[in-house]
């Protein structure tokens, strides 16, 4: 595993049962960038065993990666599959607020309203990020 992934290895079928998200497969900390036309890219590593496995956009080009090994995948692709990314639950959580409080999916500009609210209970939780 290399020193820049600072992650430990994971146990795909612990997690799993677990019900938790998929864990990221970027680094913590971007090192070793490569520029390419379509922007700067950095290395991914396997969620599984943590064995560089590929590259990725960094920053803004790529909000959340998770990638298992070719010897991991034989092993754990299906379990993997079932796991939820971590953006997806968030927005899922932005959408069932908005319906809880406002009865629908509010549009762009009522949010961008409803974000000058610092106590706004949907605000704050948009502000935490996904």
């Known amino acids: 595993m290399s020193d820049d992934h600072q992650r ?4 795909l ?3 799993f049962t677990k019900g938790e998200p998929m864990p990221d497969s970027r680094a913590i900390v971007e090192r070793h960038t ?19 496995a590929g590259l990725c956009g960094s920053g803004d080009l790529t909000r959340f990666c998770c990638l298992l090994c070719p010897k991991c995948e034989q092993q754990w692709g299906m379990i993997a599959h079932e796991l939820t990314e971590p953006h997806m639950e968030f927005w899922k959580a932005v959408a069932r607020a908005q319906i809880e409080t ?20 949907i605000a704050k939780l948009i502000r935490q990020g996904g």
């Open 8 to 11: 430990p290895p994971l146990y």
């Open 13 to 15: 079928p612990e997690i």
């Open 34 to 52: 490569i520029r390419s036309p379509i922007g700067n890219l950095v290395p991914i590593y396997c969620a599984n065993c943590g064995m560089e």
């Open 102 to 121: 406002y009865s629908r999916i509010l549009s762009r500009e009522e949010v961008a309203k409803l974000l000058d609210d610092v106590n706004d209970p």
